[in-house]
């Protein structure tokens, strides 16, 4: 069974960086796109990033692009996002997520595996 586990978070001040990490359990996590997803309490769950299965290619929502880097190491079966210039309106609890089903997935119910999240703060 696939299992991803977030690390990396915590207390940032703004303009401040963090790396978030997501380690992945299970075979062929190269078949896998990735996402990153995020929710603060009282919202609802928000699309971050995802990065492709097939050709690599990723996708930001406007709120992060150009600050905000996904990656992937398929060899560690780790995938990252590299969280720079942060703001107090990025807090929130950081969720990964895997699906095979997709090659571009920037919604929610397209991924079949959630990690547990990581909390992420950004003070002002």
């Known amino acids: 069974q696939v299992q991803l586990v977030e690390s990396g978070g915590g207390l940032e001040q703004a303009g401040g960086s963090l790396r978030l990490s997501c380690a992945v359990s299970?075979?062929?996590?190269?078949?896998?796109?990735m996402g990153w997803f995020r929710q603060a309490p009282g919202k609802e769950r928000e699309f971050v990033a995802f990065?492709?299965?097939?050709?690599?290619?990723?996708y930001y929502t406007d709120s992060v692009k150009g600050r905000f880097t996904i990656s992937r190491d398929n060899a560690k079966n780790t995938v990252y996002l590299q969280m720079n210039s942060l703001k107090p309106e990025d807090t929130a609890v950081y969720y990964c997520a895997a699906t095979r089903r997709y090659t571009r997935a920037p919604y929610p119910t397209m991924y079949d595996y959630w990690g547990q999240g990581t909390q992420v703060t950004v003070s002002s």
């Open positions: 990065v492709s299965n097939s050709d690599g290619n990723t």
């Open positions: 299970g075979r062929a996590f190269s078949s896998y796109t």
